[in-house]
T-cell receptor
């Protein structure tokens, strides 16, 4: 186990539903990330939080809404999704990159999302 | 902007033979390069990174990678492949946004299949 947990592991939702993905880390990290993994595509960075502040929003549609209440927890709120949003959503954490030192990321197992 | 390319979707190798998974990169400054592995139904796991120093980097599970500046490559290698090495491998490069924040650009992944 990497110390990063994600719930639920699988989620099926209709296009009009509202749901949330949860990520939790107990590694003492201060940066957290959401990625989207689709088949045959590069891993897409969606959001980055450093010390609970959002530092990156990679042109993600507003139907995805992140929340980071503290350095250990990260949420991804979902509403009115489209079928093309079906993918594996991965959460990761790391120590904050200082520019001089860069740190590897620790990933959770992901949530497999299917939008019907 | 930085980028990485993994030219092979899949690599097949016989158990006990050496393996190589290719990665080339494009950066505007000093490269910070990573390899991650993803086993089925799991998140990505860090294998190794190159920041500076020795061109041959050693990582987890007997893997190593060779940084070649003239060829802008960072190929992943292992002297003797195991069936349990079968997984999806991702190369990544650190990118820096104009705001001074850092993010990681991942390749499309290479599926390694080790045949018994």
């Amino acid at each position: 186990e990497t110390g990063v947990t994600q719930t639920p592991r699988h989620l099926v939702m209709g296009m009009t539903n509202k749901k949330s993905l949860k990520c939790e880390q107990h590694l003492g990290h201060n940066a957290m990330y959401w990625y989207k993994q689709s088949a045959k595509k590069p891993l897409e960075l969606m959001f980055v939080y450093n010390f609970k502040e959002q530092t990156e929003n990679n042109s993600v549609p507003s139907r995805f809404s992140p929340e980071c209440p503290n350095s250990s927890h990260l949420f991804l709120h979902l509403h009115t999704l489209q079928p093309e949003d079906s993918a594996l959503y991965l959460c990761a954490s790391s120590l904050s990159d200082t520019g001089i030192k860069t740190y590897e990321q620790y990933f959770g197992p992901g949530t497999r999302l299917t939008v019907t | 902007a930085q980028s990485v390319a993994q030219p092979e979707d899949q690599v097949n190798v016989a158990e006990g033979n050496p393996l190589t998974v290719k990665c080339t990169y494009s950066v505007s400054g000093n490269p910070y390069l990573f390899w991650y592995v993803q086993y089925p139904n799991r998140g990505l796991q860090f294998l190794l990174k190159y920041i500076t120093g020795d061109n041959l980097v050693k990582g987890s599970y007997g893997f190593e990678a060779e940084f070649n500046k003239s060829q802008t490559s960072f190929h992943l290698k292992k002297p003797s492949a195991l069936v349990s090495d079968s997984a999806l491998y991702f190369c990544a490069v650190r990118d820096m946004e104009g705001s001074g924040t850092y993010k990681y650009i991942f390749g499309t992944g290479t599926r390694l299949k080790v045949l018994a």
